[in-house]
């Protein structure tokens, strides 16, 4: 089974970082690994229990991967594991954590665990598709880190005028 932890640095505010992952309004402008993803029940976003569908774009275009959020916590943690499977894939689950570093700066930490099948293949290919997955998500969180130098501001007035951070707030406020 493969398990790696991959820490980014990011130039925006945790919630920020956040939120231009998971509003999809957001996402399609910068995501190079998926071509459409969205919420099943139509909503903006996930939330624990949503089950999202993402479809694969450029050289992994065949890939369509279903996900159950088990956890999503805003700003802090949102994680996610594979309904049924997705060929290469015979188990997969990540999670991301955000962590404040300072003004306009964050870390991502992003944690994944997979398997790959057909089982008697395993050992071959487990480390191959493990390299890919990490280049692959080393390339699409430098996108949205591009993304952000750029946009930051945009998604932070987007936030106010949806409301978005002040429920946040409310949500940390004791």
């Known amino acids: 089974m493969a398990h790696r932890k991959l820490t980014f640095p990011m130039p925006a505010r945790a919630d920020v970082v956040f939120d231009a992952f998971h509003y999809h309004e957001w996402r399609c402008q910068w995501d190079s690994l998926v071509r459409r993803t ?5 909503a903006p976003c996930p939330s624990v229990g949503a089950t999202t569908e993402n479809l694969g774009a450029g050289a992994l ?3 369509s991967m279903r996900t159950q959020f088990v956890s999503y ?3 802090v943690v949102a994680a996610a594991a594979m ?11 990540a999670s991301m954590r955000h962590q404040e570093q300072g003004p306009h700066q964050s870390l991502l930490i992003y ?5 790959v099948g057909p ?3 395993r050992t071959v290919m487990e480390p191959v ?6 280049r692959k998500t080393r390339q699409r969180f430098q996108r949205l880190a591009q993304f952000l130098a750029v946009r930051a501001a945009d998604i932070a007035d987007w ?16």
């Open 38 to 42: 969205s919420v099943e029940s139509g």
């Open 119 to 121: 089982a008697a293949l």
């Open 129 to 134: 598709v493990d390299w890919v997955f990490v």
């Open 111 to 115: 944690t994944y665990t997979f398997q």
């Open 73 to 75: 916590d805003r700003p």
């Open 159 to 174: 936030q106010q005028t949806q409301g978005v951070a002040k429920a946040a707030a409310q949500k940390v406020t004791p």
């Open 61 to 63: 275009r065949a890939l």
């Open 83 to 93: 309904v049924g499977q997705s060929f290469p894939f015979t188990q997969w689950a």
